[in-house]
T-cell receptor
């Protein structure tokens, strides 16, 4: 399986503070994705990347920005965290067979 | 726009019973992929199967089987002789190619929580 790691695994932050989540892959895949998972909503796409410096918005992109300066790293930033952004965040990479997901980051905004 | 519906929010079965999880999808594309993922209580997402829209053959893998029917836009998942370890949330997902970018974005259903009771 492709190597994909997310950091941190858990984070508690205060409303209004900036937060950056990191996704790191070791397989040189071109496409990377950020999803959030909320009860009753399944997983929803936030942003995705189709190459270094190439990103686009997903279904629920408001309040989030992303950056991809290297193939292996895809960063998700909450510029000013709100309580509605409390969620579990999953990163995914798109390989030949399909998608591999990271272990997730549980973010709590208090 | 693509959409995936998993009408069953929660299902409980007694161990060794068979159970079918329903998935209905909507898409305007002729080329797409369908997936099933398992999310056990530990939280990770485990890939189970990918099916190409041109391949309507049913598939069996051990106690798992999948029934893909384009005529009804359904991709149902059956677990035979369920076990306690099958207790999890199961997600059906659909991907279409994002024109121009070459990526295949996943659209997920809301998931079905399966509880297998000993």
């Amino acid at each position: 399986d492709a190597g994909i790691t997310q950091s941190p695994r858990h984070k508690v932050t205060e409303t209004g503070t900036p937060v950056t989540l990191r996704c790191h892959q070791t397989e040189n895949h071109r496409y990377m994705y950020w999803y959030r998972q909320d009860p009753g909503h399944g997983l929803r796409l936030i942003h995705y990347s189709y190459g270094v410096k190439d990103t686009d918005k997903g279904e629920v992109s408001d309040g989030y920005s992303v950056s991809r300066s290297k193939t292996e790293d895809f960063l998700l930033t909450l510029e000013s965290a709100t309580s509605s952004q409390t969620s579990v965040y999953f990163c995914a990479i798109q390989g030949a067979r399909g998608y591999t997901f990271g272990s997730g980051t549980r973010l709590t905004v208090v | 726009a693509q959409k995936v519906t998993q009408a069953q929010t929660e299902i409980s079965v007694v161990e060794k019973e068979d159970v079918t999880l329903d998935c209905v999808y909507e898409t305007r594309d002729t080329t797409y992929y369908l997936f099933w993922y398992k999310q056990p209580p530990s939280g990770e997402l485990v890939f189970l199967i990918r099916r190409n829209s041109f391949d309507e053959q049913n598939e069996i893998s051990g106690r798992y089987s999948w029934n893909f029917q384009k005529s009804t836009s359904s991709f149902n998942f059956t677990i035979t002789a369920s076990q306690v370890v099958d207790s999890a949330v199961y997600f059906c997902a659909l991907s279409e190619e994002d024109s121009g970018a070459g990526s295949y974005q996943l659209t997920f259903g809301k998931g079905t929580k399966l509880s297998v009771i000993p």
